[in-house]
């Protein structure tokens, strides 16, 4: 039994049936996707996101955060660039309901993550930091259980590789000519995934390429003699 606190602290056990707390999902706006996640994204916890930055990683969840502000706040914590206001409230955010603190110093980005999880008054943090601790992201897991919120953590593909944090959601995101190419790498209460591509043409034309039809194409006849 020790042996198993020792592996259970390091974040090395998965509890694969723990989704008491995460009945009922929140479509992902991308029919794919959905199946891929039990029927969308859970309703609270933590996510995490190993992917570049300026891939679409933020339009991924845009139909999340367009459900969870009407429960609180969305809080952008240490984003790499510049957030675009009117993108935001061209896609359904109320910026009256966001909130954006520019800290940078990891443990100050994390205790500021914390208090808003466990706050009760804000819904969604979307947090960018490379850097943290299974303990670290633990406390993140659980503020956000208390708090009955969700933090998306984005971190950086060759940080996040060095080791498994504890989570709710845990996905690789490539660049994809459609959209995105993601890879689910772990869930609670379901499995991984294989590489997934994630059409967001229709809804962002100017940042995709269409996809193509194949279907009038004709095969070019053989030789009659072979």
């Not at 706050?119 to 670290?136: A, E, H, I």
């Not at 660049?175 to 591509?197: F, T």
Request: charged letters at 20%; a neutral charge.
């Amino acid at each position: 039994m020790l042996e198993l606190d020792k592996y259970q602290h390091q974040g090395l056990i998965w509890y694969g049936n723990r989704n008491d707390k995460l009945e009922g999902r929140i479509p992902c706006g991308y029919s794919e996707l959905d199946k891929v996640l039990s029927g969308g994204w859970p309703k609270q916890g933590l996510f995490e996101f190993k992917t570049p930055v300026g891939i679409g990683e933020i339009r991924l969840v845009l139909p999340y955060l367009q459900h969870k502000q009407s429960l609180g706040l969305l809080v952008f914590i240490g984003s790499p660039t510049l957030l675009n206001a009117e993108f935001l409230l061209a896609n359904g955010i109320d910026l009256n309901r966001v909130l954006v603190l520019p800290i940078y110093e990891p443990e100050q980005a994390l205790w500021a993550a914390e208090q808003c999880l466990k706050s009760g008054c804000c819904s969604t943090v979307m947090l960018w930091l490379n850097q943290l601790s299974v303990k670290q992201a633990r406390r993140l897991l659980l503020a956000s259980e208390q708090g009955e919120s969700t933090v998306c953590l984005y971190r950086a593909v060759q940080a996040a590789s060095q080791f498994s944090i504890p989570s709710t959601l845990s996905m690789s995101l490539k660049a994809s000519d459609l959209g995105l190419s993601l890879k689910v790498d772990k869930q609670r209460g379901g499995q991984a995934s294989d590489d997934l591509v994630i059409n967001m043409w229709q809804q962002w034309p100017d940042l995709s390429t269409k996809p193509v039809c194949h279907r009038n194409v004709l095969p070019f006849p053989k030789s009659a003699n072979h």
